[in-house]
């Protein structure tokens, strides 16, 4: 689909990093923005910076683990636009989940699945059916995590499901490594809700990204980037080229992905996680 002038994306988890950068593009391509985000702080400051960088904003406190408060942001933004043409399920948290997947603490599960799972299906079913319903172009993006490796097969995800209803809305699936982010998941304790805390002490001696980047540094390593803007541009080229998957090209995942499809292929052990170890 083209992005123009007048259209009407709807971001959550817009108040700062990926989510922010991809509602600035947005607006800079004139479109009219909805921003949701649970910390209320953070949203009402990047909401006055978009309008005063001359956007069109309609800001939202959500809490996207609560279905309830992703349908009244859909009703909310087509009372305020009447239409929705881009939808990015850009909401995540880092549960601190730490160490063998049998000692994590189930809370941490818990809300990263609220947040990180559900929170996509509910904006899917807040806001896709009446996107396929108006007839419009219209597009879908759902931030996954580039330790996830792979997302499921178009042929088992959204994306199948709007083919077969012959719809005009995409879908794509984005990967925003291959580097390190600055954005607000390292420290997304900061925001966890009271029935989802922690029952065992943090492991971690980083409290945040700075802190994880000084002792990188101090101990020789490599500390590489990716700007959140170049994320942003990769979205939107890839909503107007209709591409599934939004992945930034890098010689390092490339292989990574090729292993593993070679496993998959192969029916074998994914022998490019041997090497793989988690403390």
């Known amino acids: 689909m083209d992005l123009r002038a007048g259209q009407v994306a709807v971001v959550t988890g817009a108040a700062s990093g990926i989510g922010l950068a991809m509602a600035r593009r947005f607006a800079a391509e004139g479109l009219k923005v909805v921003l949701a985000d649970v910390e209320e702080a953070a949203l009402d400051k990047a909401a006055a910076g978009l309008r005063a960088e001359g956007a069109d904003v ?91 490796g792979i997302a499921p097969l178009p042929t088992a995800s959204v994306y199948a499901h709007l083919r077969a209803e012959h719809a005009r809305v995409g879908a794509s699936v984005l990967f925003p490594g291959p580097h390190m982010l600055r954005t607000g998941l390292w420290e997304s304790h900061r925001n966890r809700p009271a029935r989802y805390a922690k029952r065992s002490p943090r492991k971690t001696p980083y409290r945040s990204l700075d802190q994880w980047e000084a002792a990188m540094r101090a101990a020789g390593q490599e500390v590489r ?21 939004l992945l930034p090209a890098s010689e390092h995942s490339d292989a990574q992905i090729r292993a593993r499809a070679r496993s998959m292929l192969d029916r074998a052990n994914p022998s490019y996680l041997e090497s793989f170890v988690l403390d």
Not at 117 to 143: D, L
């Open 58 to 148: 309609h800001a939202r406190v959500v809490d996207v683990g609560e279905r309830a408060q992703l349908m009244e942001l859909a009703d909310a933004a087509y009372d305020t636009y009447g239409a929705v043409h881009v939808l990015c399920n850009n909401a995540g948290v880092g549960s601190g989940a730490e160490g063998r997947m049998w000692e994590h603490d189930p809370n941490d599960w818990r809300w990263a699945f609220a947040v990180n799972v559900w929170g996509v299906f509910h904006g899917v079913q807040a806001f896709v059916p009446r996107m396929i319903k108006s007839g419009q172009p219209g597009h879908v993006v759902n931030t996954s995590s580039g330790d996830g």
């Open 225 to 245: 980037f990716t700007p959140v803007e170049e994320v942003a541009a990769l979205v939107a080229d890839g909503i107007r080229a209709d591409r599934f998957w």
